[in-house]
């Protein structure tokens, strides 16, 4: 019996050893034995590891049975699809320069079961095209980056913000955060500003401007602070004292353009060739440029002066303050008597209507039924920052002035 039972043995005690020795080589080499698990590949929510994509743009003149017929997909599924998918996105939007893909079975056929179609570069609408058709709509992760850029006006914050090859629209951020606070159209040659704001990504491709977490403008001897906070699930920018940037009047009712004519009680009309009171602001602009309302109010007259402003708006704010947009060359859609508008809301566009020798905004102000300098309104702040918030509003502009610093 021993003699049939030790070749055994010691075949079995040689087996042990090779793999024990095998082992102490591997970790002493660094090779790891374990099998390597891979991470699945994903594209527009689904697992694409044992599938093709297809990606493409949309083409002028090209509709969703173009590009679905061309990679086999049969009428009657483009049809039904189409008809009854309209609730989640309509195949009728779809828009030349937009990106999609057919997603396809490694088969023979590379038969179709998916097509995603970017509404935009962040959302989505995905079609399974199996025996289940559906829609659905999705999101893209979005990456966000920090990041801070600091410049010197020259000539405009636009041009400065291009000559660093950074997104011009920072420029308009900044004028929205600033509004109540700086005449953008007065900025000067020296001014500086300095922003930290966060940029964002979609598959490693710029998309666009995130938040202005928190800036500085040194215009006119002045340190203006603005910092993102939320305070009552809210957010707003607020000053280095916690007082709200937001005003009750906007400083100007478009954006980037020229004072052509300021408030006087003596102006040489530039058509009548007389002088007489010119008791507002103009604002030199291109024809069809956005006018806003620089307040909350209510609309309280919609005319046309032929020998005067041209197309204009009266909107009252409350009981003491109204303004009004001269010879504009229309109106946005639903500006009627009687109509409430939002602070910053589009109310028409710039014209020439009127007597007016080229495209311009004549911008009143009335206090009290009485005119008065837009340029010198004083509207009081917002709500500032609330006791119960401030601690953490103080720790947040303690973070940022640092980052801020020159």
């Not at 002493?28 to 493409?56: N, R």
């Not at 195949?91 to 320069?97: D, F, N, T």
């Not at 900044?174 to 966060?198: C, H, N, P, R």
Request: aromatic share 12%; proline share 3%.
């Amino acid at each position: 019996m021993v003699r049939y039972f030790l070749p055994g043995f010691l075949f079995l005690l040689f087996v042990i050893s090779a793999c024990q020795y095998s082992q102490d080589e591997n970790a002493a080499t660094g090779i790891q034995s374990d099998t390597v698990v891979q991470e699945p590949q994903w594209a527009y929510g689904i697992v694409v590891d044992s599938l093709d994509l297809k990606e493409g743009v949309v083409k002028k003149n090209e509709f969703l049975s173009d590009i679905l017929l061309r990679h086999g997909v049969s009428y009657s599924i483009i049809d039904y699809l189409a008809r009854h998918t309209r609730d989640t996105f309509d195949v009728r939007r779809i828009k030349s320069g937009n990106r999609y893909a057919v997603i396809c079975k490694r088969d023979s056929l590379a038969t179709p079961v998916y097509f995603a179609y970017e509404i935009s570069p962040i959302t989505y609408v995905l079609y399974a095209l199996n025996d289940t058709i559906s829609a659905s709509i999705g999101r893209k992760s979005i990456d966000v980056v920090n990041d801070t850029l600091e410049g010197v006006i020259e000539s405009s914050l636009w041009n400065s913000l291009v000559s660093k090859g950074a997104d011009p629209n920072l420029a308009n951020e900044l004028s929205e955060i600033y509004a109540w606070t700086i005449d953008f159209f007065g900025l000067q040659k020296g001014d500086v500003y300095k922003a930290v704001y966060t940029k964002q990504y979609v598959d490693g491709q710029y998309i666009g401007l995130g938040r202005v977490e928190a800036t500085l403008m040194l215009h006119g001897g002045d340190s203006l602070y603005a910092f993102y906070f939320i305070q009552n699930e809210k957010g707003d920018y607020f000053d280095e004292k916690g007082a709200s940037l937001q005003r009750a009047f906007l400083k100007a009712p478009l954006r980037f353009t020229r004072i052509s004519s300021h408030f006087s009680n003596s102006r040489l009309h530039p058509v009548l060739k007389i002088r007489r009171p010119h008791h507002g602001v103009d604002y030199a602009a291109a024809e069809g440029t956005p006018v806003y309302s620089v307040g909350d109010g209510t609309i309280v007259k919609r005319a046309y002066q032929k020998l005067g402003g041209g197309n204009y708006l009266t909107i009252r704010h409350n009981g003491t303050y109204s303004t009004t947009y001269m010879h504009l060359k229309g109106y946005a859609k639903g500006m009627a008597v009687g109509k409430h508008v939002r602070q910053g809301e589009l109310i028409g566009y710039v014209g020439k209507t009127g007597l007016a020798t080229g495209p311009h905004l004549d911008f009143r102000f009335y206090r009290n039924g009485k005119a008065v300098d837009p340029l010198k309104v004083e509207s009081p702040p917002s709500l500032p920052i609330e006791a119960d918030y401030r601690a953490a509003f103080d720790s947040v502009v303690g973070v940022y002035k640092v980052k801020l610093a020159f």
